[in-house]
Antibody, heavy 117, light 107 residues
Framework: EVQLLESGGGLVQPGGSLRLSCAAS????????ISWVRQAPGKGLEWVSA????????HYADSVKGRFTISRDNSKNTLYLQMNSLRAQDTAVYYC??????????WGQGTLVTVSS | EIVLTQSPATLSLSPGERATLSCWAS??????LAWYQQKPGQAPRLLIY???IRATGIPARFSGSGSGTDFTLTISSLEPEDFAVYYC?????????FGGGTKVEIK
């Protein structure tokens, strides 16, 4: 069974940092691209970042470029999102999603990040 | 960045009725469009990809159509579990983008 489990969310002050993790199981992790998608409270979905299966290729939304870094450790079947210089607008539930070609077919349950003083 | 516009924002229908949701892209995205369903407190669920291909386990009452800039998600006869928010997402270029969503609510 494919499973994605996010962790690492919490309360952080503006300007602070946080690292999210997404632990994967039930599939060959290294052969899939993975995305981070976030959802601010009461708002719609916003794609944040994606990484190729090998980790060689990464992509970011303009809203996080230069502040967030996506990475993965295929030996640990784990995806990461390092978030720096956090702003109140980054407050959201962060989901990781598996990305076979042209779709996100499995999603985790999300981890809540709250940026507030 | 490709902008996706969904219409209507809210659709009020009764169980058994047909739902027609629209998604317009600011430029051609060929058939690289996916649809997702999200219920309160849950993660999104993939319904359709490549504009018309149903994902594994998705009932036949869900269908997708369109290409280029105009796309439609149709639910042929609404079941109680179909009342939710639906999002389209373009998959042709970075950054990937979502539409603002259509809420299908019980009338």
């Amino acid at each position: 069974e494919v499973q994605l489990l996010e962790s690492g969310g919490g309360l952080v002050q503006p300007g602070g940092s946080l690292r999210l993790s997404c632990a994967a199981s039930g599939f060959t992790f290294s052969t899939y691209d993975i995305s981070w998608v976030r959802q601010a409270p009461g708002k719609g979905l916003e794609w944040v970042s994606a990484i190729s299966g090998s980790g060689a290729d990464t992509h970011y939304a303009d809203s996080v470029k230069g502040r967030f870094t996506i990475s993965r450790d295929n030996s640990k079947n784990t995806l990461y999102l390092q978030m720096n210089s956090l702003r109140a607008q980054d407050t959201a539930v962060y989901y990781c999603a598996r990305e076979p070609s042209r779709r996100a077919d499995y999603w985790g349950q999300g981890t809540l990040v709250t940026v507030s003083s | 960045e490709i902008v996706l516009t969904q219409s209507p924002a809210t659709l009020s229908l009764s169980p058994g009725e047909r739902a027609t949701l629209s998604c317009w892209a600011s430029q051609s995205i060929s058939s690289y469009l996916a649809w997702y369903q999200q219920k309160p407190g849950q993660a999104p669920r993939l319904l359709i990809y490549d504009a018309f291909i149903r994902a594994t386990g998705i009932p036949a009452r869900f269908s997708g159509s369109g290409s280029g800039t105009d796309f439609t998600l149709t639910i042929s006869s609404l079941e109680p579990e179909d009342f939710a928010v639906y999002y389209c997402q373009q998959r042709i270029s970075w950054p990937l983008t979502f539409g603002g969503g259509t809420k299908v609510e019980i009338k």
